[in-house]
């Protein structure tokens, strides 16, 4: 009985590392990740006259009314490839759009992000910023992998307004 353990331990000791010697090939794996933009509204937004219809996937869709047609309105980015944000009103021509501060929410945003960010002198093309990957790492809900873009828009009247983000490469 004990010459059969002893035998059984030799037998793992030598044997099973030789035949796993001889099994040893190489693996390759590829893999590619879908370009991701999600864009939503700072969760501390709070304006009277606007009313946030949508938020979240890549599109936020605003409503503004009353007598002040003019809003700061903190959109929230995060991509893991380059990004474009257009702006499409529905009901009234914009008079005014710009970029009027821009942050990192955190760690997990890029440092090439707030640096590498595009605002087009003029907003013919409805193209209101594009700028490289933002988030390195986290999820769609993290607090900390955003770049935060706040926008001043003036419209003429009372309108709804939707932002627009798609993956692509920033235009230069």
């Given at each position: 009985?004990?010459?059969r353990?002893?035998?059984?331990?030799?037998?793992?000791?030598?044997?099973?590392?030789?035949?796993?010697?001889t099994?040893?090939?190489?693996?390759?794996?590829?893999?590619?990740?879908?370009?991701t933009?999600?864009l939503?509204?700072?969760?501390?937004?709070?304006?009277?006259?606007?009313?946030?219809?949508?938020?979240?996937?890549?599109?936020?869709?605003?409503?503004?009314?009353?007598?002040?047609?003019?809003?700061?309105?903190?959109?929230?980015?995060?991509?893991?490839?380059?990004?474009?944000?257009?702006?499409?009103?529905?009901?009234?021509?914009?008079?005014?759009?710009?970029?009027v501060?821009?942050?990192?929410?955190?760690?997990?945003?890029?440092?090439?992000?707030?640096?590498?960010l595009?605002v087009?002198?003029?907003?013919?093309?409805?193209?209101?910023?594009?700028?490289?990957?933002?988030?390195?790492?986290?999820?769609?809900?993290?607090?900390?992998?955003?770049?935060?873009?706040?926008?001043?828009?003036?419209?003429?009247?009372?309108?709804?307004?939707?932002?627009?983000?798609?993956?692509?490469?920033?235009?230069?």
């Open positions: 009985m004990r010459c353990r002893i035998f059984t331990l030799m037998a793992v000791l030598f044997i099973v590392p030789a035949i796993a010697r099994q040893t090939g190489r693996v390759a794996l590829k893999a590619t990740v879908s370009k933009v999600t939503s509204v700072a969760p501390t937004f709070s304006q009277s006259n606007v009313d946030v219809v949508s938020s979240g996937g890549n599109t936020v869709q605003i409503t503004v009314s009353g007598d002040d047609p003019v809003i700061r309105i903190p959109l929230l980015v995060r991509s893991n490839s380059s990004f474009k944000i257009s702006a499409e009103s529905q009901t009234a021509e914009l008079s005014q759009l710009s970029v501060d821009v942050r990192a929410t955190g760690t997990l945003v890029s440092p090439q992000a707030v640096n590498g595009n087009p002198r003029n907003f013919d093309s409805n193209l209101v910023v594009s700028g490289p990957r933002v988030s390195l790492g986290g999820t769609l809900d993290s607090p900390n992998n955003a770049l935060q873009i706040t926008l001043l828009i003036r419209l003429p009247a009372h309108g709804s307004l939707t932002f627009v983000a798609t993956a692509g490469s920033p235009i230069q």
